[in-house]
């Protein structure tokens, strides 16, 4: 089930913990949530749409996608309505600091490519809703 962030969403302690953690990510980069959204049907998702545009790619939105099985990246809008483009993934920690994603997008904006990789990461396994519940808690986030 996908839901907008202003909306009630599921009441797993997992759900509550990614939407805090997306509004700690939605803090770091200087932004709102009105334009984000969790999907906690399997693989569960997060979107984030940004602020910004990228110089070799005039015209479209830019998002942050996160899933529990690539962690996060940078994606694109189509101009049809199709899936986004993804352009690049950030690696590493399935959760990572927000300072550290907020690092991904600057580099993403200065077209900087030390930071995040093309291809995505190995995938991960889909985990149940209690299993992620416990990364966030070792993550010592917020519900």
Excluded at 44 to 63: E, I, W
Excluded at 97 to 106: G, K, L, Q
Aim: glycine share 8%; proline share 7%; hydrophobic share 40%.
């Amino acid at each position: 089930m996908t839901a907008s962030i202003g909306r009630p969403i599921g009441q797993h302690t997992a759900i509550r913990a990614l939407r805090a953690y997306l509004q700690d990510i939605a803090g770091a980069l200087g932004i709102g949530l009105e334009s984000s959204t969790i999907d906690d049907d399997p693989p569960v998702s997060a979107y984030l749409a940004l602020d910004t545009k990228l110089a070799h790619y005039p015209g479209r939105d830019v998002a942050l996608l996160w899933d529990e099985r690539h962690g996060w990246a940078a994606a694109i809008e189509t101009h049809s309505g199709e899936d986004l483009i993804v352009l690049r993934y950030l690696g590493g920690s399935l959760l990572p600091p927000p300072s550290e994603v907020a690092r991904f997008v600057t580099a993403l904006t200065e077209d900087d490519h030390h930071i995040g990789v093309p291809a995505p990461p190995e995938l991960r396994a889909t985990v149940d809703l209690d299993d992620l519940a416990e990364q966030f808690a070792r993550r010592g986030a917020r519900t």
